[in-house]
């Protein structure tokens, strides 16, 4: 199991960017797929993007697609959200985790470890 902390978070206008990341501790991170979920005040955590464990598969939810980028580095155990295009609707707390596949993870299914959260406010 990895342990996993977000950072990267913050204060943005509106159609501006931000990169989050998402750094893993434990043993073999390749074998992990990773994903970002974001919660918004009110309302269900919702899936972003999935990568799976080598990056060769990635996915997005419809309202990211064009504007964010996820990727990961398995040399230094990170994983990323590229954010650009940010709108006041982008406004949550994101939340990375791992899991087996993308699939499980783009499903909330048998997710292995969750990071703690990190705020990210656009303004408009």
């Known amino acids: 199991q990895v342990q996993l902390v977000e950072s990267g978070g913050g204060l943005v206008q509106a159609g501006g960017s931000l990169r989050l990341s998402c750094a893993a501790s434990g043993r073999l991170f390749s074998a992990y797929a990773m994903g970002w979920f974001r919660q918004a005040p009110g309302k269900e955590r919702e899936f972003v993007a999935t990568?799976?464990?080598?990056?060769?598969?990635?996915g997005y939810a419809d309202s990211v697609k064009g504007r964010f980028t996820i990727s990961r580095d398995n040399v230094k155990n990170t994983g990323y959200l590229q954010m650009n295009g940010l709108k006041p609707e982008d406004t949550a707390v994101y939340y990375c985790?791992?899991?087996?596949?993308?699939?499980?993870?783009?499903?909330?299914?048998?997710?292995?470890?969750w990071g703690q959260g990190t705020q990210v406010t656009v303004s408009s």
């Open positions: 985790a791992a899991g087996a596949t993308t699939d499980q993870i783009q499903n909330l299914r048998s997710i292995s470890s």
């Open positions: 990568i799976s464990g080598f990056g060769g598969t990635t």
